[in-house]
């Protein structure tokens, strides 16, 4: 026989349980408002910074990059390398991870880092959708290095499997230019 005493623990549990669940709902719904208000936040500041970088907003931008995968992409956009590799470390698709890590030797290359731009460019192999690209940028740096040996050779692989792309129609040109500089030299 069910007791007055069995119902009411009955009641309560259900009740804590009912508690239990909205609170889980509240505290769900009060993360959802902060990270759209941070979202928001960041869009403002993103569009203050394209008109206008500054320091202070760069800050703010960068307090609120703790976590925000798009804010550090968006600081990455300033040239700033550590931001790069915060952005890289957090990345778990391997594609976007290669679009940056390309996009960081980029910038090292652009810095007159050529050493350290090849280095960072071994981390993209021929299975990575960017890998054209990126021995493209080898080549480029090998030129600007004065390595013409070497660019030639990453110019003539490009040419080969890539032939008809952007990539290896730039490289056929890179060659046509080598060739003839070579010749007048």
């Not at 009060?30 to 320091?55: C, F, G, H, M, T």
């Not at 550590?82 to 698709?93: N, Q």
Request: aromatic content about 12%.
């Amino acid at each position: 026989m069910i007791e007055k005493a069995d119902i009411i623990k009955l009641g309560l549990g259900v009740a804590l349980l009912m508690g239990v669940a909205a609170g889980i709902d509240y505290w769900k719904e009060l993360e959802y408002k902060k990270k759209n208000e941070r979202a928001y936040r960041v869009y403002k500041l993103e569009q203050d910074i394209e008109n206008s970088p500054d320091k202070e907003k760069l800050q703010e931008l960068a307090n609120l990059a703790e976590d925000s995968l798009y804010a550090l992409a968006i600081l990455s956009e300033f040239g700033d390398i550590s931001y790069l590799d915060k952005l890289i470390g957090k990345l778990e698709d391997d594609s976007l991870k290669s679009l940056f890590i390309e996009k960081k030797a980029f910038l090292l290359y652009k810095n007159g880092k050529f050493k350290e731009a090849l280095d960072v460019l071994s981390n993209i192999k021929d299975k990575d959708f960017n890998y054209p690209s990126a021995i493209t940028l080898k080549a480029v740096i090998y030129e600007k290095m004065g390595d013409i040996e070497k660019a030639e050779g990453f110019y003539n692989t490009i040419m080969t499997k890539y032939p008809g792309t952007y990539f290896g129609k730039f490289a056929t040109a890179r060659l046509i230019i080598l060739e003839s500089l070579q010749k007048k030299g």
